[in-house]
C-alpha cells in the first residue's frame, strides 16, 4: 500500500463578495443617479428580483453565476412566471413594487440595473436572456431594439 503525503492546496484569490455587491450597487447608484446606496441596493433588489422569474434554464444558472452572492440569491429565489411581461408590464411592475414610483421613474430604475447587469454579465449571455424576453426588454438592457428586417 502506497501513502501519500497531501500536497498544500493552491488557491485563487477572488473577490469577497461584499466587495462584488457592492461594486454592482454602486455601478448602479452611479448609472440612475441614486443619492445613496441604500436607494440603489432598494432599486437593484426590486429590478432583479422582477427579472428573476422571467429568466430561465441554462441563462437562470448562467446569471446567478455571473453575480455577486446577494444578487444570485434574489434572481434564484425566484418562482418562473406562467406568462412573461411585456416590456411595458414589466416596468409596471416595478413601479408597484417602489413606493411613490411612477412609470418613468420605474422605467429609469429598470434601465440602471439591467443596464448595469448587461455592462457585468457581457454580450453574450445578455443576447441569450434577451431571446427569451418578449421583444421591447432590448431598450431596459441598454442595447438597440432594431427589428429584423424582412
Do not use: C, K
Not at 8 to 34: K, S
Not at 89 to 101: L, P, Q, Y
Not at 111 to 136: E, K, M, N, Y
Request: hydrophobic share 40%; glycine share 6%; proline share 7%.
Amino acid at each position: 500500500m502506497t501513502v501519500t503525503t497531501p500536497q498544500p492546496r493552491t488557491t485563487i484569490p477572488t473577490q469577497p463578495d461584499t466587495t462584488a455587491w457592492e461594486e454592482l450597487t454602486e455601478a448602479v447608484r452611479e448609472a440612475g443617479q441614486y443619492t445613496t446606496r441604500a436607494e440603489a441596493e432598494r432599486v437593484t433588489r426590486t429590478v432583479l428580483s422582477a427579472l428573476g422569474g422571467h429568466v430561465t434554464g441554462e441563462e437562470r444558472v448562467a446569471l446567478a453565476q455571473a453575480l455577486p452572492r446577494q444578487a444570485a440569491q434574489v434572481i434564484a429565489s425566484q418562482i418562473p412566471v406562467t406568462r412573461p411581461l411585456t416590456a411595458r408590464e414589466f416596468v409596471d411592475s416595478i413601479a408597484i413594487r417602489i413606493e411613490g414610483a411612477t412609470p418613468a421613474t420605474a422605467r429609469w430604475d429598470a434601465s440602471s440595473v439591467l443596464s448595469v447587469l448587461a455592462d457585468r454579465i457581457g454580450d453574450p449571455l445578455t443576447t441569450r436572456i434577451l431571446a427569451q424576453l418578449p421583444a421591447g426588454y432590448a431598450l431596459l438592457f441598454g442595447r438597440a431594439d432594431l427589428a429584423p428586417t424582412a
